[in-house]
């Protein structure tokens, strides 16, 4: 008897201890679910839309070819030149920065571009952009050239030797995009530079935190920080933009600040440092960067935007508005409505001026510089943002 009713106790604690069990494991799948769904969000929020829109699993559909060329690598529809050519209109998952047909583009107004300009305008000129492989052949002018790509110093990109015949790729240790590393040639590979970016991209909502690899570094542009603007600029005003992480001062070869600067000078390294450019003292021997305007706040430049001939463009309608096609960087990465109000909100960057693919104007430029006559403003004619009394 006595044996009997330990039995019966066991068991009714067995019983306890598995529905206990139970509702443990079954509170912890429902955790870690939430945590997921949490994390794919995070992860995913700009890889949306169907699978479809970038694989195939046999590049085949109705007896007709999906992809002239493929199948790609990874079941993917194309590379990246042909994933990413096509016409912005608002509700495309896939940004596009190359078009087969001039795309809209007014300076201070309405586009169709998105904030790295488009690679068609280079098909038109080698002078209006990056001469990209597989877009547009090797500029001329600069095919085997001792310095290329022009001004390059490789202390900025780990040390490496850039080929005088090596053309510009889209990622990689030749390119802007994806992972760089000296003597690694398997980087020399757009697609292995990139490869997993996608699927794990963390859409940056703080402009000062660390990128840890591709997928977490500012449009997969490695080691970069700032904050990535929804639509990548396709609608544009002072409230909704990119928010460019810049340092003052020129920044350190091999030592990465993360700053959007510091990107450009991993290609154009004399343009930026001190060294060879003269670029961070009075006379100024080349248009400054990594400057802060709030030092010559006093200046014309306190002027900013300059409302006279900016006012209505993109939402500028006051003195120190942030004017979206002529960007300044701030220490923060920020998106800032106004700039020109502290210390470091108001960096001069590269881009500024240029525009990172391709744009209808000469050496990139946001703007057509013939247009700008000193003595007589015009709208068309970005420098007058910061030079308001010429």
Same mark, same amino acid.
């Given at each position: ?132 492989? #597989? +877009?547009? &052949?090797? $500029? ?10 022009? *001004? /390059?110093? !490789? ?70 920080? #700032? +904050?990535? &603007?929804? $639509? ?10 990119? *928010? /460019?992480? !810049? ?73 120190? &508005? ?69």
């Amino acid at each position: 008897m006595v044996i009997l009713n330990i039995r019966k106790v066991l068991k009714k604690e067995v019983k306890k201890m598995v529905g206990r069990k139970f509702i443990y494991l079954f509170l912890c799948s429902l955790i870690f679910m939430f945590l997921g769904l949490f994390i794919n969000v995070k992860i995913g929020k700009a890889l949306s839309g169907p699978c479809s829109d970038c694989h195939t699993m046999h590049n085949s559909q109705n007896g007709q070819t999906v992809v002239s060329g493929g199948p790609y690598r990874a079941l993917t529809t194309g590379d990246c030149v042909i994933c990413h050519t096509g016409t912005n209109n608002g509700t495309n998952n896939i940004p596009y920065v190359n078009s087969e047909s001039a795309p809209t583009y007014n300076f201070g107004g309405e586009r169709n571009t998105l904030a790295g300009g488009n690679f068609y305008w280079v098909t038109q000129d080698d002078t209006y952009g990056h001469n990209v492989e #597989g +877009i547009v &052949d090797f $500029d001329p002018n600069f095919l085997g050239a001792t310095s290329y790509p022009p *001004g /390059y110093l !490789a202390d900025y990109r780990d040390g490496m030797t850039w080929p005088s015949d090596q053309p510009v790729t889209c990622a990689g240790n030749y390119g802007c995009h994806g992972k760089f590393e000296s003597g690694n040639t398997t980087l020399n590979d757009p697609f292995a530079a990139i490869s997993g970016a996608h699927h794990k991209n963390v859409t940056r909502d703080d402009g000062t935190a660390d990128p840890t690899d591709v997928y977490d570094s500012y449009r997969f542009l490695y080691g970069i920080k #700032g +904050i990535e &603007d929804s $639509d990548r600029e396709y609608t544009l005003s002072k409230d909704d933009h990119n *928010g /460019y992480y !810049a340092e003052e001062g020129p920044p350190t070869p091999g030592s990465n600040s993360g700053s959007i600067n510091y990107l450009c000078a991993e290609c154009h390294g004399q343009f930026h440092n001190g060294t060879y450019s003269s670029n961070y003292q009075s006379p100024w021997l080349r248009h400054p960067t990594d400057y802060d305007m709030n030092n010559v706040k006093s200046k014309e430049y306190g002027d900013y935007p300059n409302i006279d001939i900016f006012s209505g463009k993109l939402g500028v309608s006051a003195q120190y &508005d942030y004017f979206a096609d002529v960007p300044v960087g701030n220490t923060q990465g920020a998106v800032l409505s106004q700039v020109l109000k502290n210390s470091g909100d108001a960096i001069v960057l590269c881009i500024s001026c240029h525009r990172a693919h391709a744009t209808p104007n000469a050496d990139i430029l946001r703007w057509d510089y013939s247009t700008c006559q000193a003595g007589d403003q015009t709208a068309d004619c970005g420098c007058f943002a910061c030079h308001t009394s010429k």
